[in-house]
């Protein structure tokens, strides 16, 4: 997370910001017509007033999926809002951003998370495209040098 933050601080403030009428919404989601990395997603969504989506729950995944399908975006990923936590090696875990939660409900692709300990980049995790093999299911990759399609909710 620390390490994550000294990211964000750094590289975010240069980043071009991404318009609001770069969004598609509905009453409780915004979904980005332009690809960022999770640092430019999650502060975007920070800056209008939204969090990146989570899905702590089945229910969750079933509406965030029907918004993307109304949407028309069944062919790309989208960044969630969750982030691989290593304080150290042995206390590394998966949380939501917003809450700082660990995560509960999960919805990893089969092999995943698959990733090294790497200590050059923080590892997030994006929604596999709904049209593709591991269908809306979730894919570890690095933060920031890994751009996707996000999508912001409302709190
Ligand atoms: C999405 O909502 C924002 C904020 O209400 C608005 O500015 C934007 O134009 C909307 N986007 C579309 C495509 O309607
Ligand atoms: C990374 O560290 C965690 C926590 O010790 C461990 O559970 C996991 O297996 C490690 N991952 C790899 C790819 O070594």
Same mark, same amino acid.
């Given at each position: 997370m620390q390490k994550y933050l000294i990211w964000l601080l750094i590289f975010v403030p240069l980043a071009a910001t991404i318009k609001i009428t770069d969004f598609k919404n509905s009453t409780k989601y915004h979904l980005s017509t332009i690809e960022a990395t999770f640092p430019q997603a999650l502060f975007t969504c920070k800056l209008y007033g939204w969090t990146l989506? #989570? %899905?702590? *729950?089945? &229910?969750? *995944?079933? +509406? /965030? %999926?029907?918004? /993307? #399908?109304?949407?028309? &975006? #069944?062919? %790309?990923? $989208?960044? /969630?809002?969750?982030?691989? &936590?290593? $304080? +150290? %090696? /042995?206390?590394?875990?998966w949380i939501w951003i917003e809450s700082g939660l660990e995560l509960s409900y999960t919805n990893w692709q089969s092999g995943e998370p698959a990733f090294s300990n790497s200590t050059t980049y923080s590892t997030c995790f994006k929604k596999n495209a709904l049209s593709g #093999?591991?269908?809306?299911q979730w894919y570890a990759n690095t933060c920031e040098t890994t751009s996707y399609y996000f999508v912001c909710e409302d709190y």
């Open positions: 989506a #989570t %899905e702590k *729950t089945a &229910q969750d *995944t079933a +509406n /965030l %999926e029907s918004f /993307l #399908t109304q949407s028309g &975006q #069944t062919s %790309e990923s $989208i960044w /969630l809002g969750g982030v691989y &936590q290593v $304080i +150290n %090696e /042995l206390a590394a875990k #093999t591991y269908s809306g």
